[in-house]
Structures are given as structure tokens and as C-alpha cells.
């Protein structure tokens, strides 16, 4: 049964860094295609970035990009996402996501019903 773990949640000051990691279990091979999502309070679930299983293809939403970046370690099942210049607006539950895309388009990036597995989030907070 495949399991992912989100970490590196916290409250932050604006214009802060944060790094958030995503570990899967069991500590197999990872060939799972991942993403990370969030959810702001009262807000609905958005895509912001998502990596393939190999790290060869990545897709950002538009309005992360120069400020998120993700990356993957594959010998430690972790996949990241580096988040720069926080805003309060960016405060939300972070979520990642592992599923097997039929392609690397946006739109197979950006859909949800593609994984398969979610972990159960992590908060993070940014004060003005």
C-alpha cells in the first residue's frame, strides 16, 4: 500500500523560504509521477507543480512559476517543493500527490482524478 507523507510545514514570515518535502512508502523504487496541490481555507484544492517519475518533465501553474520550484530525490523516495518570497495568500494546507499520468501535458499535470495517492497535508502559514 503506498503512502505519502508530507513535511516541512510551519509559519513563516513574508518574504520567507520554505521547503516541503514528500516521502512515499513503502521505501521501494519510486516511479510514481507527483505533484504538489494546496487548499486555502474557503478556497477550492489549485495545482501549482507537478514532476515526472524521473524528474524529466516538470510543469508549474503559471502564477508559481519563478517563485516554486520542484525536484525529486528518487534514492530517498522525496520529492520537493522549494518555495520562495512567501506571501500571506500563500498560506494553505500543502498536499502532494503520486499517480502514473498518460502524458506529461499540463492538463495531465493539472487533473487530480490522475493520482492515484494523496498524503494528508501540510500546514503552512505566512504572517504579513
Known amino acids: 500500500q503506498v503512502r505519502l507523507v508530507e513535511g516541512g510545514g510551519e509559519l513563516v514570515q513574508a518574504g520567507g523560504s520554505l521547503r516541503l518535502s514528500c516521502v512515499k512508502f513503502?521505501?521501494?523504487?519510486?516511479?510514481?509521477?507527483t505533484a504538489w496541490f494546496r487548499q486555502a481555507p474557503g478556497k477550492e484544492r489549485e495545482f501549482l507543480a507537478g514532476?515526472?517519475?524521473?524528474?524529466?518533465?516538470?510543469y508549474y501553474a503559471d502564477s508559481m512559476k519563478g517563485r516554486f520550484t520542484v525536484s525529486r530525490d528518487n534514492a530517498k523516495n522525496t520529492v520537493y517543493l522549494q518555495m520562495n518570497s512567501l506571501k500571506p495568500e500563500d498560506t494553505a494546507i500543502y498536499y502532494c500527490?503520486?499517480?502514473?499520468?498518460?502524458?506529461?501535458?499540463?492538463?495531465?499535470?493539472?487533473?487530480?482524478?490522475?493520482?492515484?495517492?494523496w498524503g494528508p497535508g501540510t500546514q503552512v502559514t505566512v504572517s504579513s
Open positions: 514532476i515526472s517519475w524521473n524528474g524529466g518533465s516538470t
Open positions: 500527490a503520486a499517480g502514473a499520468l498518460p502524458s506529461y501535458s499540463g492538463s495531465s499535470f493539472r487533473d487530480e482524478g490522475e493520482y492515484d495517492y
Open positions: 513503502p521505501l521501494t523504487s519510486n516511479t510514481y509521477d
